[in-house]
């Protein structure tokens, strides 16, 4: 895989993730482009494009698109499992994800499609272990809040409450 | 800090820069606690790349925190490692990472085997000794281990499927257990077990090639959508065909695009496959996803033949008038597609069809289209067919269409289009009799003018009147163009324009530079001007002043404004010997002035430009014009099937009228589709992959250099074979040759053994006449069950030897092996008595053979073909080829310096080119020619100054001269030869020789 976005209806990114060296212009220049092209299309259109010289695999949820862009000998379709497969992995971590979650933890999803792909591969196809491996990492990191932060205890119970990640933007 | 960090990674998600902060993330990784450096090494992952060079703060942070006992670190370390990691910074971390292959935690045995893959696909050669360590990976307990290990195995199994042949097996073991169930149920996705595992284990039995790919493989592959690794099993071809059936009638609009996608494969090989399918694919052309469109559009040119080319095209030419947006690759097919059936001939309607159909094509796709497109056409214009009477029609129709083209609005035309109506006017306008040069000339002084024409096209115009302008027609129209295009700023259009001038005024000069209808002659262009050399030699003795390369004007522009110490150096008559002491002239420009050389004189002279010094330059220019494009497509041999079974015609059920359009359509589109035409499609199929290919071949190609490159050096002798040989490489056993050259083969490494070992016992086989002459590393060639090819070759001193050695490992003894080689570049000839061998077991039977250079490239490869029987009977062959540099071909030529400027000015090829000097010595020159004569084996003939003449023959009688002047620091080189090709390729040697000094 080259590299996969994520954006919005408005053509806002969500998040990106590029496993090819690309300088800051060619990167903004590639998802411009991309944006503009998906979004044009209509939603009874078929999810694969092909650009350049790569296929552009994308789907819709809700408001939010999921893209990825693979090498032309790739299975088209086995990308699409690929992005519904990080979607659930998402689903599962946060109950029911919408495009906010994305917003305010966008750390955590990236968290997540690192288990998940690593260097533009599939690393772990089991959801049960990618999610255990999330937990371990968040486990550590609230026995460290816990430990040596005094803070104040609202801050720590702000903290708890929502899952072990401070909102950023809230 | 995590905060700050974290918002800086949003803005720059938003497209701020945000670069300040790099410094910061990395900072925080090495710094922080681990919930910090979480943060931190995300910030990095996604601030920098690979190449950025804050990169290297980040290597001591990883080292650390691989060494870590927490678990966390070590997987947020390997993360970032296989992320992105500076190439030259892998050996240090190398033996950390390889260390965790034996970590008792999963999840970091996965991670540590997925960050070697990256290792591996960045510097392969730098992993090459955990091979095995891999396969320890693709055993272990933890499916996730393994199926992170198969990413490596379809790298290195891509790269070289002969290798891992034994691993197949275990692959489709490993296939059988996912299949049936063996996997964790948290595999499952949507109850299909591990489907991304079984798709990574297909791609790699597809590369293998193997033969154990049983029919529920088969299933499985129709299911996962891999029809590729299919279509090569016939049998399983026809079942799969049902089932893309099913996949191109769903409603589901992405099973139909791949349903058209696998369609077009296996219709490939089998076009009456599509047969069933004509109806929905007739409604996939209408589909409003432009997508879908293009593959139907792309299956419908797979099919296309001599029956229904014209309907097809049609059909193209509609919706690709509507979707320019994406259809530049439509484009290209198309195209290829009209050309391809034209240069079938009978294909093609008719003439204006195609002439009409080529217009269209032309002011519609216009400037998009690639360059070769029109010159192709050109090429079929000019080229002709087999009737004369044929050519003579598809001309003056072209001209006719032409000319009612300009008399209408040209101005819409694309520039492309423009250009190839001028040459076509140009060259043939005489053929319609009725049609007045006159009226011609001012058609195309009317696009001259307008506002909207590039240069580029201007140029094409003028050099049309300049055909046209015959026997003082339009005379009033030229001197008009000729003034006003005389003064253009554009140094090409004024040589046009000066050139209509000369040849409207003078016929007789005309006839002979431009005769009419010898365009398709090729022109001998002599790069070297030697036929000015009367007029040169003429002209000095008149007392002109001798001619100076731009570079050598400078640098006496620069000599003037320094002070000059040797006053008198010009006006004396001054020796060689004080040439090199006075370095600061240039030694040629002495000798002239001083008449002492006369070998250096002729070379610095001879490009003098003379008066008429642009007569010359026409030659090459009006070769331009018709450039040989060669087609992308070879023409199949086979004409149309006129007589095609046309079994799909009309129901004579009554149907609702749009309906039966489109069958007719359908019946218009695939008629011909019957059993006889399979051939033809197949080699048309065969050329038009390759040319959608070629793209992504390129690519591997130069993957492939680049790999090869980096697995040269002294790691290259262990792991790959590396059967391209350098000079080099040559093993020393004699000193006549080559004196110091590194590698000596016959040291055995002691950690190389068996091959090494082999190689020893090969050596001792080396014919007896052979012993005491250097021969080149024994590489392996093939090797299959019973028999081991290996071959070497010997560098004798008129000819090259190459030995094969057929060593037979079974236990009984195999006759009559008959070897065949053969090359493209090369002459090959058997120097033993038969080439019929006979191989008892377990002993080596060994073949001679003499090798010489028939044309020049820069490697030469020989291709051979053992074919052999058994006692029993049953017959094999096996094939190999052997890769050899043009190098060792190469001999000093021992010439005197006289001798050297008299074969100098007779060769008429020639190349030129700036080197790097080696410049640790004191002597660059001198230094730099003595590295080229031990690696490249040639003669230096004489130094004078910062002058230099070497020379060298290819075997046999084949000199090439080089001539090499310091100038700014770099070598110029300027290498002569009568062969064709030679001084390009020894260029590329000698670039080499430098650089790997």
């Known amino acids: 895989m080259q590299f996969m976005l994520l954006f919005s209806r408005q053509g806002k990114l969500r998040l990106q993730k590029w496993y090819v060296?690309?300088?800051?212009?060619?990167?903004?220049?590639?998802?411009?482009?991309?944006?503009?092209?998906?979004?044009?299309?209509?939603?009874?259109?078929?999810?694969?494009?092909?650009?350049?010289?790569?296929?552009?695999?994308?789907?819709?949820?809700?408001?939010?698109?999921?893209?990825?862009?693979?090498?032309d000998q790739d299975n088209e379709l086995i990308t699409l499992e690929i992005i519904h497969r990080y979607v659930e992995l998402l689903d599962k971590y946060f109950g029911s994800v919408c495009e906010l979650d994305i917003i305010f933890n966008f750390e955590k999803a990236y968290f997540i499609l690192d288990e998940f792909l690593l260097g533009g591969e599939a690393q772990e196809t089991s959801k049960k272990n990618v999610l255990k491996a999330i937990e371990q990492a968040d486990l550590l990191f609230n026995n460290y809040l816990n430990n040596s932060l005094f803070i104040g205890i609202a801050a720590k119970h702000f903290v708890k409450s929502s899952n072990g990640c401070s909102a950023n933007f809230a | 800090?995590?905060?700050?960090?974290?918002?800086?990674?949003?803005?720059?998600?938003?497209?701020?820069?945000?670069?300040?902060?790099?410094?910061?993330?990395?900072?925080?990784?090495?710094?922080?606690?681990?919930?910090?450096?979480?943060?931190?090494?995300?910030?990095?992952?996604?601030?920098?790349?690979?190449?950025?060079?804050?990169?290297?703060?980040?290597?001591?942070?990883?080292?650390k925190d691989l060494q870590s006992t927490n678990l966390i670190e070590v997987c947020m370390a390997l993360t970032v490692v296989s992320q992105m990691f500076p190439k030259d910074m892998i050996p240090a971390i190398l033996p950390l990472v390889e260390e965790?292959?034996?970590?008792?935690?999963?999840?970091?045995?996965?991670?540590?085997?997925?960050?070697?893959?990256?290792?591996?696909?960045?510097?392969?050669?730098?992993?090459?000794?955990?091979?095995?360590?891999?396969?320890?990976?693709?055993?272990?307990?933890?499916?996730?281990?393994?199926?992170?290990?198969?990413?490596?195995?379809?790298?290195?199994?891509?790269?070289?499927?002969?290798?891992?042949?034994?691993?197949?097996?275990?692959?489709?073991?490993?296939?059988?257990?996912?299949?049936?169930?063996?996997?964790?149920?948290?595999?499952?996705?949507?109850?299909?077990p591990a489907p991304w595992l079984q798709i990574q284990l297909l791609r790699i039995l597809l590369f293998c090639s193997t033969i154990f790919l049983c029919r529920d493989v088969a299933a499985l592959c129709i299911h996962c959508y891999c029809i590729q690794p299919l279509s090569s099993f016939?049998?399983?071809?026809?079942?799969?065909?049902?089932?893309?059936?099913?996949?191109?009638?769903?409603?589901?609009?992405?099973?139909?695009?791949?349903?058209?996608?696998?369609?077009?494969?296996?219709?490939?090989?089998?076009?009456?496959?599509?047969?069933?399918?004509?109806?929905?694919?007739?409604?996939?052309?209408?589909?409003?996803?432009?997508?879908?469109?293009?593959?139907?559009?792309?299956?419908?040119?797979?099919?296309?033949?001599?029956?229904?080319?014209?309907?097809?095209?049609?059909?193209?030419?509609d919706p690709f008038l509507k979707i320019m947006l994406c259809c530049c690759i439509i484009y290209t097919l198309f195209i290829v597609l009209i050309l391809f059936s034209y240069e079938e001939y009978t294909y093609a309607p008719d003439n204006e069809w195609f002439i009409e159909t080529m217009s269209t094509v032309f002011s519609v796709g216009g400037d998009m289209m690639q360059p070769d497109i029109p010159n192709s056409f050109l090429k079929l214009l000019s080229e002709g067919f087999d009737s004369v009477e044929e050519d003579r029609k598809l001309r003056l129709f072209a001209v006719d269409s032409y000319v009612s083209l300009l008399q209408g609005e040209p101005g819409k035309l694309p520039q492309r289009f423009l250009q190839v109506i001028s040459w076509v006017l140009g060259e043939y306008s005489y053929l319609r009799e009725e049609l007045e040069a006159a009226t011609v000339l001012r058609l195309l002084a009317k696009l001259l003018d307008m506002k909207s024409t590039s240069s580029e096209t201007k140029s094409w115009v003028l050099m049309a009147m300049t055909k046209l302008c015959e026997g003082g027609?339009?005379?009033?129209?030229?001197?008009?163009?000729?003034?006003?295009?005389?003064?253009?700023?554009?140094?090409?259009?004024?040589?046009?324009?000066?050139?209509?001038?000369?040849?409207?005024?003078?016929?007789?000069?005309?006839?002979?530079v431009l005769p009419r209808g010898a365009g398709l002659e090729p022109l001998e262009v002599d790069s070297s001007l030697s036929f000015l050399d009367g007029f040169v030699s003429e002209a000095l003795a008149a007392g002109a002043a001798p001619y100076k390369a731009p570079h050598q004007r400078q640098e006496e522009l620069a000599q003037a404004k320094a002070l000059s110490l040797e006053p008198y150096g010009l006006s004396l008559p001054i020796s060689m010997s004080s040439c090199s002491i006075a370095d600061r002239q240039s030694p040629t420009l002495l000798s002239v002035s001083s008449g002492l050389s006369t070998t250096l004189k002729l070379d610095g002279v001879k490009r003098v430009w003379g008066r008429e010094g642009y007569l010359s330059e026409r030659e090459p220019v009006e070769e331009s014009a018709h450039v040989e494009v060669p087609s992308p497509l070879q023409s199949p041999s086979q004409q149309g099937e006129a007589d095609s079974s046309q079994s799909q015609t009309l129901t004579p059920i009554p149907t609702p009228q749009p309906e039966q359009e489109k069958q007719q359509l359908a019946s218009s589109l695939f008629v011909g589709l019957g059993s006889q035409s399979s051939v033809c499609l197949m080699g048309k199929s065969e050329s038009t992959t390759q040319r959608f290919r070629r793209k992504a071949k390129d690519l591997a190609v130069s993957s492939l250099e680049q790999t090869s490159q980096l697995s040269q050096g002294p790691a290259a002798a262990n792991g790959i074979c590396d059967v391209e040989l350098t000079g080099s490489d040559m093993s020393e056993t004699s000193p006549t040759l080559i004196r110091d050259n590194g590698v000596v083969a016959a040291d055995p490494a002691p950690h190389e053994d068996p091959d090494k070992l082999k190689d020893l016992c090969l050596r001792t086989h080396l014919p007896a006449e052979f012993s005491g002459l250097c021969h080149s590393e024994i590489t392996p060639l093939c090797t299959n069950q019973t028999l081991d090819f290996s071959a070497c070759h010997l560098q004798k001193e008129d000819s090259l030897a190459l030995v094969v050695f057929i060593y037979n490992s079974s236990d009984s003894d195999i006759q009559e092996i008959l070897l065949e080689l053969d090359s493209d570049e090369l002459e090959v000839s058997c120097v033993c008595d038969s080439p019929v061998q006979e191989a008892r077991s377990h002993s080596v039977a060994v073949c001679q053979y003499s090798l010489t250079v028939k044309r020049p490239s820069v490697h030469v490869e020989v291709v051979g073909t053992a074919s052999y029987q058994f006692p029993a009977g049953t017959p094999h062959s096996a094939q190999f080829s052997y890769k050899l540099p043009l190098t060792s071909f190469i001999r000093p030529l021992t010439v005197s310096t006289e001798e050297y400027g008299a074969m100098w000015l007779d060769f008429s090829h020639d190349t030129k080119q700036k080197l790097t000097l080696i410049s640790d010595g004191q002597e660059p020159l001198t230094d730099t020619l003595n590295v080229l004569k031990k690696k490249l084996q040639l003669h230096v003939v004489e130094i004078?100054?910062?002058?230099?003449?070497?020379?060298?023959?290819?075997?046999?009688?084949?000199?090439?001269?080089?001539?090499?002047?310091?100038?700014?620091?770099?070598?110029?080189?300027?290498?002569?030869?009568?062969?064709?090709?030679?001084?390009?390729?020894?260029?590329?040697?000698?670039?080499?020789?430098?650089?790997?000094?």
């Open chain 2, 100 to 192: 965790k292959l034996n970590h008792p935690k999963e999840i970091i045995r996965r991670k540590a085997v997925l960050a070697l893959y990256k290792f591996y696909l960045i510097a392969p050669n730098q992993v090459q000794h955990i091979h095995n360590k891999f396969r320890k990976a693709l055993c272990d307990k933890d499916p996730g281990v393994m199926t992170a290990s198969l990413h490596i195995y379809l790298q290195m199994i891509q790269e070289n499927p002969e290798g891992y042949k034994d691993l197949t097996t275990s692959f489709v073991t490993i296939l059988k257990q996912v299949v049936g169930g063996k996997l964790p149920m948290d595999f499952n996705y949507h109850s299909v």
């Open chain 2, 473 to 512: 027609a339009g005379v009033s129209v030229t001197q008009e163009v000729c003034e006003t295009y005389g003064s253009s700023l554009d140094t090409v259009l004024r040589q046009r324009a000066q050139e209509l001038q000369h040849l409207s005024q003078d016929c007789e000069l005309r006839a002979r």
């Open chain 2, 944 to 997: 004078i100054g910062m002058e230099g003449i070497v020379a060298c023959r290819l075997l046999r009688d084949q000199p090439c001269l080089m001539h090499c002047r310091l100038h700014a620091g770099t070598l110029s080189v300027w290498l002569r030869s009568p062969v064709p090709d030679l001084p390009d390729c020894l260029m590329y040697h000698c670039q080499r020789a430098l650089q790997e000094h």
């Open chain 2, 234 to 317: 016939p049998a399983i071809l026809y079942e799969s065909a049902k089932c893309i059936g099913n996949f191109v009638l769903s409603l589901k609009i992405n099973l139909k695009y791949l349903g058209l996608k696998a369609l077009t494969y296996v219709v490939q090989q089998h076009p009456k496959l599509a047969l069933q399918h004509q109806m929905t694919i007739i409604e996939c052309l209408d589909h409003p996803d432009l997508i879908i469109k293009r593959e139907t559009l792309e299956l419908l040119f797979r099919i296309t033949n001599a029956q229904n080319v014209s309907v097809i095209v049609e059909k193209m030419l």
């Open chain 1, 21 to 71: 060296p690309l300088s800051d212009k060619e990167r903004k220049k590639i998802s411009r482009d991309l944006v503009q092209t998906i979004l044009a299309r209509k939603p009874k259109m078929c999810s694969f494009l092909e650009w350049r010289d790569l296929k552009i695999v994308y789907k819709r949820y809700a408001s939010l698109y999921f893209c990825c862009a693979v090498e």
């Open chain 2, 1 to 63: 800090m995590k905060e700050l960090m974290v918002r800086a990674i949003y803005c720059e998600m938003l497209g701020y820069e945000a670069s300040f902060s790099y410094i910061h993330a990395i900072k925080l990784a090495q710094q922080g606690t681990a919930l910090e450096k979480r943060v931190g090494y995300l910030a990095v992952s996604l601030f920098l790349n690979e190449s950025h060079e804050l990169l290297l703060l980040l290597v001591n942070t990883v080292l």
